[in-house]
DNA sequence: GATACCAGTTACAAAAAGGTTACTATGGCA
DNA sequence: TGCCATAGTAACCTTTTTGTAACTGGTATC
């Protein structure tokens, strides 16, 4: 049949789909090129938008913008400090620290996955 | 000075930029819009080509260049079945449930986070 | 006053991603 | 023979994302 149940974790056809719905909504709010970088860097302290350009190579439009959704989904805030030129602060929220499990863990693959492809290049007995 | 440890985890600088490197490969392989939906639709055992379009909602086009980026990675498998109309399964692969932490870990922050939200919006009590 | 640095913003351009439609090719079925 | 379903692919177009360069406005410095 058509409803036929598609998830191991999840039992139900219903927990299927909310699980995916779960995945999306987190895809929704850290998903695309920047914002889990941008959090991983934040992560060694708060820094100055100049800084966080240099820092992750992102050029200043992309930075605004990915700051500003970052700030309305409560993972970083933004603080002025009125210095000489004036400074603007950017800092990760303790709620941003409920993503540290999601940045382990890709940490954690992409260390394994990247000894897993060097593995295959150079230690491989029948290369060629 | 610039060169200051950034980061809470890694303590050396060294560290600090590998652990983003580490970050960056995992979302080079799963990063985007589509590749760790598909695979969580997958989990739920394989699934034929035409399928795999219905149940995640992607065109055709799209679902074909990203199962192809995906065997190449190998993170799921290909098999043709001579059937009446011939068939195509994709499968997750062994490896792939490597990955099982990384969406383990959004399932459960997405899960959290539409909490929070709704809970902002209808049980604050000086909402409006 | 000219220059330079900060934090952005705006306008423009390029590239990436995605969708739609039409098409190939195979084979069962009426 | 014509119609349907399978798995894609190719051409074309739209939308989204990203980058670049120029610019504002403020302050410090030369």
Same mark, same amino acid.
């Given at each position: 049949?058509?409803?036929?149940? $598609? ?42 938008? $100049? ?17 500003? &959704? ?7 805030? $933004? ?9 603007? &602060?950017? &800092? ?21 996955? $990247? ?8 230690? &491989?007995?029948?290369?060629?």
């Amino acid at each position: 049949m058509a409803n036929k149940n $598609r998830c191991l974790t999840p039992t139900t056809d219903d927990e299927c789909k909310r699980a995916r719905l779960y995945l999306q909504d987190t895809l929704d709010v850290v998903g695309g090129k920047w914002k889990l970088v941008l959090i991983s860097i934040l992560r060694g302290g708060k820094l100055k938008f $100049r800084e966080l350009t240099r820092e992750a190579g992102i050029s200043a439009r992309i930075l605004s913008k990915e700051l500003k &959704e970052m700030e309305l989904n409560g993972l970083i805030t $933004r603080t002025v400090v009125k210095t000489s030129p004036i400074m603007v &602060e950017y &800092e990760l929220t303790p709620y941003s620290n409920t993503l540290s499990e999601v940045i382990t863990a890709m940490h954690e693959w992409g260390k394994n996955h $990247r000894q897993k492809i060097i593995g295959q290049q150079s230690t &491989e007995p029948n290369s060629l």
